[in-house]
């Protein structure tokens, strides 16, 4: 369904010298970020213990990292977990102390300055067990992204596949930056907004290069530049009525989702805005520079016909 229509081409490849060079600069500031600072990895893949407790009033986070200093855990990480009076504490995996005892010396000792805490949830994951999550996230990563690949390869010219490719890997690679230069704490459910961007990401260029495929056949006559400019176009009010709704859904995970879904919530958003922007941006100008024509797509009419 189509809400508005836009019926003047807008150029956006007019502007794709200065997008490659914005995009290439993201780009090569994500991978320095990356480099340099690294990611700060959760507790989910490092190892350690995460726990939750409550306060009967609104918690004094100064006098809970001085009690834990006094008991050697100077390293423990100590923050408002939605409300004022609920207090999340990360901490590392303690040599010579089991999960299970690090978990209820902890609570004991803050039990000793506040008989009223409750201890609401207490999760524990071993160094190994980080260890593997982290391998298998990775490996997560390779795969969806050898399949998208894969898929790309089969659907559109080669020309294409590339472009699209480079622009999905665009966006992943400035969601980590984005996460390195802030360090924001990336964990499992990160992962998981990284590989549903992945997705989000390919379909909106997908979306973008059929079109220009579908131009390529009709507007025969038309530059190269003409053709995409129309593609884009066309697409304008599709690509806007869906970006604005998954985005409305992602700000309420973000405003009411609380801690647990407050990194996944800005990963999304990051990839869901440079996702829009790279499938114009990035893909498109790259198709171009690579040489997509007609005359590349007039092969593979020959081939369909048969």
Partial sequence: MEIFRVKTDIPFMKFRKISAIISTSIFIASILFLVTRGLNLGVDFTGGTLMEVSYPQAANLEEIRSTLKKIDLPEAQVQNFGTSSDVLIRLPVVENLSLADLSEKIALTLKESDPALKIERVESVGSQVGDELYEDGALAILFVGIGIMLYLWLRFEWRFAVAAIVANMHDVVIILGFFAFFQWEFNLTVLAAVLAVLGYSVNESVVVFDRVRENFRIMR?????????????????????????????????????????????????????????????????????????????????VKAEK
């Fill in 221 to 301: 006559k038309s530059s190269v530049i003409e053709v995409v400019n129309n593609a884009i176009t066309r697409t304008m009010s599709r690509t806007i009525m869906t970006h604005l709704s998954t985005q409305t859904v992602v700000v309420c995970m973000l405003i009411f989702g609380g801690e647990i879904l407050h990194n996944f919530s800005i990963a999304l958003t990051i990839g869901i805005l440079f996702g829009i922007y790279s499938s114009i941006m990035v893909g498109c100008p790259l198709a171009i520079w690579l040489g997509t024509n007609q005359s590349n797509l007039a092969v593979v009419d």
